[in-house]
């Protein structure tokens, strides 16, 4: 199946302190392929992949960026993308999301219109802001966010024209924050 590659750079976050987590969770192994590899893997229908994180990690051989802010927020990944992107659009993607898969790409990017500023997907009631399209005509309205000390991206999303696709409940959002969490993921790809 040959599949149409999306004109945006997806920008895969590594950063989180993944405190609950007990280590990096993109280390996180299932079927011998660390969550990184399979995430990378997943997205190579984008144009260009980019990883973005506070210090690049020996073991990482992807091209990678440094976050621009010393904030730890995924609102400084956002700002890291949209800075430095050379396409209009970034795809903000967390390690958080294992389980995510092209035809999630696929359904948020076919529903681009016009002046809308991001996609975000709803999933199993939570607001996905750390897996979705962003678009760099954002980047005044983020600025001012990020100078009045407003890292919320939730807020972020409430000032700028949305476009917001409800997955219903859908395991491709199923988040990874601790042991419990990839021990259920472990158990659902095997």
């Given at each position: ?23 990096p ?11 990184l ?7 190579d ?13 020996h ?30 659009w ?76 409800n ?16 021990n ?7």
């Amino acid at each position: 199946m040959n599949l149409k590659i999306i004109p945006a750079t997806v920008f895969i976050l590594i950063g989180g302190k993944s405190e609950r987590f007990g280590f990096p969770k993109w280390k996180a192994k299932i079927h011998n392929q660390t969550v990184l590899d399979k995430i990378w893997n997943v997205c190579d229908i984008f144009e260009n992949r980019v990883i973005v994180g506070k210090a690049k990690p020996h073991s990482i051989s992807y091209q990678f960026m440094h976050d621009e802010l010393s904030i730890n927020a995924p609102i400084n990944g956002l700002y890291t993308s949209l800075k430095n992107s050379k396409t209009d659009w970034v795809f903000l993607l967390s390690c958080d999301l294992p389980l995510i898969a092209k035809s999630v790409f696929e359904t948020l990017w076919e529903s681009k219109t016009e002046n809308i500023s991001a996609i975000i997907p709803k999933a199993n009631g939570i607001t996905q802001v750390t897996c979705g399209f962003y678009n760099k005509r954002m980047v005044p309205i983020l600025e001012d966010e990020i100078q009045n000390e407003n890292y919320s991206l939730i807020k972020l999303l409430e000032n700028i024209n949305l476009h917001q696709i409800n997955f219903g409940d859908d395991d491709h959002f199923i988040n990874m924050n601790t042991q419990n969490d990839y021990n259920k993921i472990i158990n659902m790809v095997h």
